[in-house]
């Protein structure tokens, strides 16, 4: 397994496989894996040439310094777990100056409006501080095919604008959830939760899966309230919001049409902030 740091010995590699027309498929991860990461990488082994993966947890995507200290960092026990998928991905997992040299600021992007929504209302600056690195990213593995899992819904969108509005020539790849025995959808935080919190965590898909079969027979307004009204019922969580929204454009709404609608949350337990969404069509 090949492991770099640096942009430059990297970049030289992926030329060499590019000049033979191989394709490049790109994960890109802040690390602490688990397996959704890893069924990440299945799917770009599957369908490229190569394979490449970035650990690099990113400073300017973070509006809350302690959540960036404690962010876990554990690469050697990453490298170990991606072995298990392929013994021939190529880990990129550079240092901060690597990245940003000695100006660690995001760039300003417009994303047509969906930065605006959820994520964006309650994480000022975490699109810009996304957009920043995976265009960075992007530039440097230069790859045919870039894998997001779906439980960062929004920011598969935001990814897909940016290419779309950067003319890039990336073919961006949605894969779907992977959830624990209890639903809880599979997350790097997830580490930080303690065995009791990840049972009470199973809350969270559960709700959802009762707004989907709500969504069916009543307004969006009813199955909202209801949603809040579970986790009035549960103290031990803070629901920060609960949208249901286009899937398109992250417009949330209160009418129905006929357009594809998707439910989003976000809640606090034990101070660790985790998200979810769900298709509701």
């Known amino acids: 397994m090949l492991i770099f740091n640096n942009k430059t010995d990297i970049k030289a590699l992926l030329a060499k496989h590019k000049e033979t027309n191989s394709t490049i498929g790109f994960v890109p991860t802040m690390g602490a894996l688990h397996k959704g990461h890893l069924s990440l990488l299945e799917e770009s082994v599957k369908n490229n040439d190569y394979t490449v993966i970035s650990i690099f947890v990113n400073p300017t995507q973070f509006n809350n310094a302690e959540d960036l200290e404690k962010y876990p960092r554990t690469l050697e ?65 230069e790859p045919d095919n870039a894998y997001f899992g779906e439980k960062d819904f929004q920011q598969l969108q935001i990814v897909k604008k940016m290419v779309e509005k950067n003319s890039m020539p990336v073919n961006v790849v949605g894969c779907p959830i992977l959830r624990e025995t209890s639903g809880l959808a599979m997350s790097s935080r997830n580490e930080r939760l303690s065995d009791d919190d990840k049972n009470k965590a199973a809350l969270i898909y559960k709700t959802l899966t009762e707004a989907r079969q709500l969504f069916e027979k009543h307004t969006v307004d009813y199955v909202t309230e209801y949603v809040k009204s579970i986790f009035k019922a549960h103290p031990e969580f803070d629901l920060e919001y609960f949208e249901i929204a286009d899937e398109a454009t992250l417009i949330p709404t209160n009418i129905k049409e006929n357009k594809k609608y998707r439910a989003f949350i976000a809640v606090f337990l034990s101070n660790i902030r985790l998200i979810d969404n769900i298709s509701l069509n």
């Open 77 to 141: 026990a990453d490298v170990d777990k991606i072995k298990t998928v392929n013994d021939n991905i190529i880990v990129f997992a550079p240092t901060v100056k690597e990245m940003y040299d000695n100006e660690v600021t995001s760039a300003h992007f417009s994303f047509d409006g969906l930065e605006n929504q959820m994520e964006g209302q309650h994480r000022p600056g975490h699109f810009d501080g996304v957009g920043t690195i995976v265009k960075k990213l992007f530039e440097i593995v």
